[in-house]
């Protein structure tokens, strides 16, 4: 188990642009791991990209409830609807922001094997899908907020 220092705020890394992955390896699969083990050792973790980690790769890792889902170069090919959501983030402890986000998305990407798939979510899932993908392009979600709410007792 690896679990990394996230990078928090005004970090650099958190708003640039990831490169794409050529080829999936075991170093690849190394990192993914090491994501999801982050992920899971964080409170309230559903999702993380590379660039929270400093790792400047479009990857991504993400969990609902329904299982680990690992991404490699993800992108979303259709979006359907629009919905109010709420989003926090691991790199932003202490905050919550209201954004619009698709009802409905359509992603593509490869698996952990490198593997081509083809996804879709709803909802909250949706909005965990273009949250994590917009890391992967520098974007993270306050530049998408409305509004911004502090969490009282949360660390900052």
Partial sequence: M???????????????????????DDKIRSILQDMADTMYHEEN???????QIGIMKQLVVIDMGQGLIQLVNPKIMETYGARECMEGCL???????????PKKVKVKALN???????????????????HEIDHLDGIVYLDRATELYRIVGEKE
Avoid at 3 to 21: F, M, N
Avoid at 91 to 101: A, E, H, M, Q
Avoid at 112 to 130: N, V
């Fill in 45 to 51: 973790g559903a999702g993380l990209a590379a660039s």
């Fill in 2 to 24: 690896a679990v990394c220092k996230l990078r928090y705020g005004d970090d650099p890394a958190l708003h640039t642009s990831c490169e794409q992955i050529e080829i999936v």
């Fill in 91 to 101: 790199s932003y402890p202490g905050l919550v922001g209201k954004t619009i986000r």
């Fill in 112 to 130: 952990e094997q490198g593997e081509p798939l083809e996804l879709w979510g709803e909802d909250d899932f949706a909005m965990c899908l273009c």
